[in-house]
């Protein structure tokens, strides 16, 4: 749907062979992409430097660091800088977690199975959607406020073309 629109994604995700998997599908669904992978949750809030358009973070982020931040403390981190929507893709599949992500502010939980890259396009095709809507909202407020003013204009030239 979206495919030729610029994107910044950044994917958390500590296991490399699945974060190479994301990659791979979004710039093959998503052409203009700019896909920025980082392996850690750490080194991923030291290398935010603008606010991308969508990032997709996995819960356990602890495979090289045991001591890492799980998931819900780096959306905590991010939620403090950006308003960025965020997008869980995890292999956790407890309810509890998924309800706590959407709790602390995730956009979406997607669970890594057979349909999670099918339904992480959905998602980001939805999101993409809502920012365009509000930036046509934003547009269209714009020229209705000119529109008043000109109806204002003409009313106030009427009764005065008629008051002379």
Known sequence: MYVNRNLKIIVIEDNRAMSEMVRDYLTTKFTSAEVTVYNTGEEALNGLVSEPDVIILDYNLDSENANALNGIQILMKIKERYKTPVIFLSSQERADVSANTIKYGAYDYITKNEAAFSRLEIVINNIIGHSDVKKNLGTQK???????????????????????
Do not use: A, E, K
């Open 142 to 164: 714009f020229f209705n406020s000119i529109l008043v003013v000109l109806m204002i204009v003409l009313v106030l030239g009427f009764i005065l073309m008629r008051m002379f």
